[in-house]
Structure formats: C-alpha cells, structure tokens
C-alpha cells in the first residue's frame, strides 16, 4: 500500500514537473532604473494610453526584455529608446494605433516587434509619426506599418523625419501602405514645402508585403497632402502579387 502511494506521488511530482509555467500579466510597468531604463520583467497589459515624457513617464529607454507589452496606446512627448535584449519583446494594442510620436518627440527603436491585434482596415496605423522616428532595428507590422504625417486634426507641422537605418516593416495580408508620407498641404501661392516630411532608406532596412500592398505611399488629392521627400540610399523595398507596387 505503501509502495503503491509513494508511486502515485511520484507520478503526480513529475506531472507538476513537466507542466508548463504559467504566468499572469502585470498591470504596470516597473519604475525605471538610476539610468532612467525600464526593464520589463514580465508580460505587462494596461488598458490606457501610456506617455513618455515630462510629467508622465519619465524614462530614457524601455527594455522589453523578451517580453510583450499590450497598452490601449503608447505616447511618445520627450525622446524615447524602445529595444529588446532578450527575444520576440513586443509592443502592441488592441486598438488601431499603437505608437504615436507626437510634434516634438523622438522614437528611437533598437529592436522589438511593434504590432496591434486590430482587424484589417485602412484606419489601422501601428506608429504614428509627427515627431522623429529612428530605426536601427526591429520589426514593424500591420496593415500600415509608420505613417509620417506633418497634419493632425487641423494643426499642421514642418519638421517630421523617419530615418530608416535598420529593421524592416512587414505588412500583414492583405496589406495597405508600408511607409506613408502626408505633408501639410500647398501654400495659397500653389508651393509647398517639401522638408515638411522627409523619410530617409538604408541599407539594412527592408519594406516587405503582398497583394496590393503599397512600399512607399502617399496622396496627390490636388496638393492636399503636398510636402514631403522620400529618399532611399539603400534598402529594399518587395511587394508580391499582382497590384503590389514599390512605390505609389
């Protein structure tokens, strides 16, 4: 009888053993080290927006450390570095905006995934760019990977920049637009100011989608959208299907 229990438990140890781990998400982010970094020690969830700056949180850089992020959105006021030091660090949302760099403030991404768990739309946006965006690595995904934009709910600004020195965006399928570029508009005197929205290309960088997806994009709309130059000093930009085009 003894026998026969001491086997039962040894069965149910290594059951307990073999099991895997499962671990709740946190509901906030850990307080930022005496180098003003954020480590993520956990998978964390936060139903609000989240913003970096003065004021709010201040931290210099988040480390996903291997793990996943998921906020309502993240804000970017001050100068931001997002990286990842372990593997598959994510940050995402559940709504059709997850980054928003705003006038003024500076996304530098070293690595991570940046994604959202929204359905296919040509609302979703995974960063908003009105600020400064600097990629040296890490994945962007969606159904629109960074849109830079110089207008927002009637403000108009002249200083956004994308520089795109590493990583790469990779569009869900279907896809809409890998990199946007939306200047302010033209002048009353018919001209524009084509520094408004500048987005640089690397080597290293890569803009990958399919079927009707667009690399580059951006609008005429009779000058609405007038304002921005694209220039590509390496990379590669690949769309598949048959309405896929580099560039629109």
């Known amino acids: 009888m003894k026998r026969k229990l001491l086997s039962v438990l040894l069965a149910a140890s ?20 005496e180098n003003g970094v954020i480590t993520l020690t956990e998978n964390v969830e936060i139903s609000d ?5 003065e004021g709010k949180i201040e931290a210099d850089t988040l480390d996903l450390n291997g793990f996943t992020l998921t906020v309502e959105r993240l804000d970017v006021e001050d100068v931001l570095t997002i990286k990842d030091s372990g593997e598959n660090g994510t940050v995402t949302s559940h709504e059709n905006t997850t980054v928003v760099v705003w006038n003024g403030g500076e996304l530098n991404i070293d690595g991570g995934i940046f994604d959202t768990e929204t359905s296919y739309s040509n609302k979703q946006r995974t960063i ?20 830079n934009t110089a207008y927002n709910n009637g403000e ?9 020195y590493g990583g790469s965006v990779e569009l869900k399928d279907p896809g809409y637009w890998g990199v946007v570029l939306l200047g302010p508009g033209m002048d009353a005197d018919g001209t524009a100011d084509n520094d408004a929205v500048v987005v ?27 304002g921005y130059t694209f220039n590509m000093y390496g990379g590669t930009i690949e769309m598949d299907g048959t309405d896929g085009c580099g560039m629109y």
């Open 14 to 33: 290594m059951v307990l053993t073999m099991a895997p781990a499962v671990y709740a998400a946190g509901d906030s982010l850990p307080a930022a080290d």
């Open 49 to 53: 927006i989240i913003t970096f700056g």
């Open 128 to 147: 908003l760019n009105m600020g400064t965006v600097n990629m040296n690595g890490g994945t962007v995904m969606g159904y629109t990977g960074i849109r």
């Open 156 to 164: 108009t600004f002249d200083d956004v920049e994308c520089n795109l």
């Open 200 to 226: 640089n290309m690397y080597d290293g960088f890569s803009i990958i989608g399919d079927n009707g997806s667009q690399g580059i994009a951006t609008n005429a709309s009779s000058g609405a959208y007038a």
